[in-house]
């Protein structure tokens, strides 16, 4: 004994009242029926029972599938719904899956300004190292000048490579070298160590400008290592001297420094400047 044909719209059930379901009255098809549905297996024994009368014509025929059809109907928009009801998130999840496109465009966001931070910090550094750093003794200077050279070493590859991918794309060096010989073995191996040497190079003036900001007002003696010779033709500083400060040891531009005589050298002087944990900022140098 087959079970009935799955139902698919109204059409199909209005055939079965007609074929299989009246024929096995008695032989299970209530069963069948029941399967269908409480909603379906109504209608269906409803027009079974018209069939039985012989009340089903082509009018109650059409009533009938016409109900059959709503029925489907919405049985599929209700399954439609749980459906999608399964699929949506829930609103914890929605909110998190917000807050962590939020945070990742904040990142984004972030990220994009790191490189001119750090252009920046480094060209800042630079400016603070031929202004205050002239006049300043730091004290870590002489720990940190080789951890400088490994720095600059370190950094050759990677500014090779930043400075290389968008050369390839852009061209830019392209419209101002034209030769490939300025551009490739002039322009970019030039590129390359001053922007290393930048970077390694500006912790000297952000030391200098920590150590004068933080320092404090104080009359120390220093002893005078070597002087250069006054160079007045010089753009910039006319004379340097090596000066030491507990142990530290620095080339001070005497320009705008000095007393009423210059010192000599091997001598110690009295220098009125400021002094901080970083070192001693010179602002004038007395003989005694």
Same mark, same amino acid.
């Given at each position: 004994?087959?079970?009935?044909?799955?139902?698919?719209?109204?059409?199909?059930?209005?055939?079965?009242?007609?074929?299989?379901?009246?024929?096995?009255?008695?032989?299970?098809?209530?069963?069948?029926?029941?399967?269908?549905?409480?909603?379906?297996?109504?209608?269906?024994?409803?027009?079974?029972?018209?069939?039985?009368?012989?009340? *089903?014509? +082509?009018? @109650?025929?059409?009533?009938?599938? =016409?109900? %059959?059809?709503?029925?489907?109907? $919405?049985?599929? &928009?209700?399954?439609?719904?749980?459906?999608?009801?399964?699929?949506?998130?829930?609103?914890?999840?929605?909110?998190?899956?917000?807050?962590?496109?939020?945070?990742?465009?904040?990142?984004?966001?972030?990220?994009?300004?790191?490189?001119?931070?750090?252009?920046?910090?480094?060209?800042?550094?630079?400016?603070?190292?031929?202004?205050?750093?002239?006049?300043?003794?730091?004290?870590?200077?002489?720990?940190?000048?080789?951890?400088?050279?490994?720095?600059?070493?370190?950094?050759?590859?990677?500014?090779?490579?930043?400075?290389?991918?968008?050369?390839?794309?852009?061209?830019?060096?392209?419209?101002?070298?034209?030769?490939?010989?300025?551009?490739?073995?002039?322009?970019?191996?030039?590129?390359?160590?001053?922007?290393?040497? *930048?970077? +390694?190079? @500006?912790?000297?003036?952000?030391? =200098?400008? %920590?150590?004068?900001?933080?320092? $404090?007002?104080? &009359?120390?003696?220093?002893?005078?290592?070597?002087?250069?010779?006054?160079?007045?033709?010089?753009?910039?500083?006319?004379?340097?001297?090596?000066?030491?400060?507990?142990?530290?040891?620095?080339?001070?531009?005497?320009?705008?420094?000095?007393?009423?005589?210059?010192?000599?050298?091997?001598?110690?002087?009295?220098?009125?400047?400021?002094?901080?944990?970083?070192?001693?900022?010179?602002?004038?140098?007395?003989?005694?």
């Amino acid at each position: 004994m087959n079970s009935p044909p799955h139902i698919r719209d109204g059409g199909e059930c209005a055939q079965l009242l007609t074929s299989e379901l009246p024929r096995q009255v008695g032989t299970g098809a209530d069963g069948a029926i029941d399967r269908l549905g409480p909603e379906v297996a109504a209608v269906l024994r409803e027009g079974m029972a018209l069939e039985r009368k012989g009340n *089903l014509d +082509a009018e @109650a025929t059409a009533r009938i599938e =016409a109900r %059959l059809e709503a029925i489907l109907q $919405a049985q599929m &928009r209700a399954a439609q719904v749980a459906l999608e009801a399964l699929e949506a998130p829930s609103p914890v999840e929605r909110k998190a899956a917000v807050d962590g496109v939020d945070r990742m465009h904040r990142v984004r966001s972030v990220a994009r300004w790191i490189p001119f931070g750090v252009f920046v910090a480094v060209l800042a550094g630079l400016v603070l190292e031929m202004t205050i750093g002239q006049g300043f003794i730091w004290f870590g200077g002489a720990t940190y000048e080789p951890l400088a050279l490994k720095l600059f070493l370190a950094l050759l590859p990677v500014f090779a490579v930043l400075i290389y991918r968008p050369e390839r794309s852009t061209h830019s060096l392209r419209g101002r070298y034209l030769t490939l010989l300025a551009r490739w073995l002039v322009m970019y191996p030039f590129a390359v160590l001053a922007s290393a040497g *930048l970077v +390694a190079f @500006a912790p000297w003036g952000w030391a =200098a400008a %920590l150590g004068w900001a933080w320092g $404090a007002s104080s &009359r120390v003696e220093v002893r005078v290592v070597s002087v250069d010779a006054p160079s007045p033709r010089s753009r910039g500083c006319d004379q340097y001297a090596q000066l030491e400060f507990k142990g530290a040891m620095a080339s001070i531009c005497l320009e705008g420094r000095l007393g009423k005589q210059a010192p000599v050298s091997g001598e110690t002087v009295v220098v009125y400047g400021r002094v901080s944990r970083l070192g001693l900022y010179v602002e004038s140098i007395h003989r005694q």
